[in-house]
């Protein structure tokens, strides 16, 4: 399996900076272990006396969630060098698209050639009966994209009959052409042993197959006519526009012909079938795009901000985007958060966390962190959205300062301490603050003398 990003992609990611940063530590040879388990990056890194564990997560929509420990992290919510560094050890490790394909065929024909003697394979002879192979997709084939699978059957054409490959005599020799002689070895390596009738291709091996037949006849079941493989070079954009119902984002491929199209993508490579012809891709996206080769990618309305801010400049360098939709087009404006004060303490001695609550989204006062890009979509236009409001965090922030908690961000303000001190934000700033509207969550010992206050 290979990694769905690459050294341009981790750039993106993390700044030029920060990038820079994680290449040193890549290139000092601070990155000890690397593994990639889809979607998780987890490894060791040589920092500290014991090293250090990290591990990011990449997400469906092409970007990134960082689960490394290190403060950037905790308290900034930052691409740190350590994600990067991470990154670039995977990037080299996994960067042969159709490393594990070629690794998996040549253990295929090892393990084929151990278990198989010579005589259950089909006799191939220049001076043998002339023959052709013909394949047949199954008719329900491109509903198996998705499942990356392709199921077919094989035969043989020979002396004006056509025979399934597993039912024709394999002491016949058979003189094929170089590219069906090609073919019949891909489709033993896809068998794993002699060729049989029915097969189901991976992705990969279809590819494979695919570019040793051009100019062969390729049927579908149950239906007339035939398929072609052309040696043309097939360009491609993404078309993107909106959906007036839903307000999503629609995006989806294209051709320069504007038919419909069936994609076939495995690795770097990739075909499309359009009006009967297969016929190469010029570009393939990488992997985390890689569904729009399935079917149109529909991009959730709350997340059209963050898409056109970020994902959308990198989608437009891999590949054209033809759209009507551009991002100055989006009105956004600051929502109205509602703040909570997290209280905990004694009589003597007073600690505090402000939260700023966006609907379901809660934010620790003034703190820069991944759930800060939210987008609440306004009911009316479809365009518009409201998102996070730091002048108005700023305001609370000067405003738990008038009341005793001084600090510029909601999970570092200083403590409360002594008694009258307490007492006066218990008696006098507590009441004005939830006449603000803000909600006051006491907890410990002071939630219960509160009670005990209220009640007496």
Not at 193 to 221: M, Q, R, V, W, Y
Not at 407 to 429: K, P, S, W, Y
Not at 434 to 451: N, Y
Request: charged letters at 25%; aromatic letters at 6%; proline letters at 5%.
């Amino acid at each position: 399996m290979h990694v769905p990003f690459t050294q341009k992609t981790l750039q993106d990611w993390a700044g030029l900076k920060t990038f820079k940063d994680g290449m040193t530590l890549f290139e000092r040879g601070k990155v000890e272990k690397v593994s990639f388990d889809s979607p998780f990056v987890t490894g060791q890194l040589s920092i500290g006396i014991r090293g250090m564990r990290s591990k990011f997560e990449v997400l469906t929509n092409g970007l990134v969630e960082n689960h490394c420990p290190c403060r950037e992290n905790r308290e900034e919510g930052r691409i740190c060098a350590h994600l990067v560094a991470l990154g670039l050890e995977a990037v080299r490790l996994y960067s042969d698209p159709m490393r594990v394909d070629k690794m998996e065929e040549e253990k295929r024909r090892a393990e084929r050639l151990a278990s198989f003697d010579e005589t259950a394979y089909h006799t191939r002879d220049p001076k043998g009966t002339p023959a052709t192979l013909h394949l047949t997709l199954k008719q329900s084939w491109k509903e198996h994209l998705a499942d990356g699978k392709v199921p077919m059957r094989c035969a043989v054409e020979a002396n004006g009959q056509i025979v399934p490959l597993n039912e024709f005599p394999k002491k016949n020799p058979i003189s094929l052409s170089q590219s069906d002689d090609n073919l019949l070895f891909v489709l033993e390596d896809i068998c794993e042993g002699p060729a049989t009738g029915k097969l189901t291709a991976s992705l990969s091996d279809f590819i494979n197959i695919l570019a040793l037949c051009g100019g062969k006849e390729i049927h579908e079941g149950g239906l007339d006519g035939f398929l072609m493989v052309d040696d043309a070079i097939t360009p491609t954009s993404v078309h993107m526009e909106l959906d007036e119902e839903t307000g999503e984002l629609v995006l989806s491929v294209h051709t320069q012909e504007d038919v419909p199209l069936t994609c076939v993508v495995s690795g770097a490579n990739g075909w499309v079938l359009q009006e009967g012809i297969f016929t190469k891709l010029e570009k393939v996206l990488p992997g985390p795009l890689r569904k729009i080769y399935d079917a149109p990618v529909r991009i959730p309305r709350d997340a059209i901000p963050a898409f056109m801010k970020k994902e959308l400049p990198m989608l437009s360098n891999l590949m054209e985007v033809e759209t009507n939709i551009t991002p100055d087009m989006l009105s956004l404006r600051p929502a109205k958060p509602r703040f909570r004060l997290a209280v905990e303490g004694s009589q003597t001695g007073l600690s505090a966390t402000l939260y700023a609550e966006y609907g379901i989204v809660q934010l620790v006062a003034g703190r820069d962190e991944a759930l800060g890009h939210f987008s609440i979509p306004a009911e009316d236009d479809l365009l518009e959205f409201q998102n996070r409001n730091p002048e108005a965090e700023k305001a609370a922030l000067e405003l738990a300062t008038s009341s005793g908690f001084r600090g510029h961000r909601g999970d570092m303000l200083r403590q409360i301490r002594g008694t009258r001190e307490v007492l006066n934000f218990l008696g006098g700033a507590l009441p004005r603050l939830r006449r603000s509207g803000w909600r006051i969550d006491l907890k410990g010992m002071v939630a219960a003398f509160m009670d005990q206050a209220e009640y007496t």
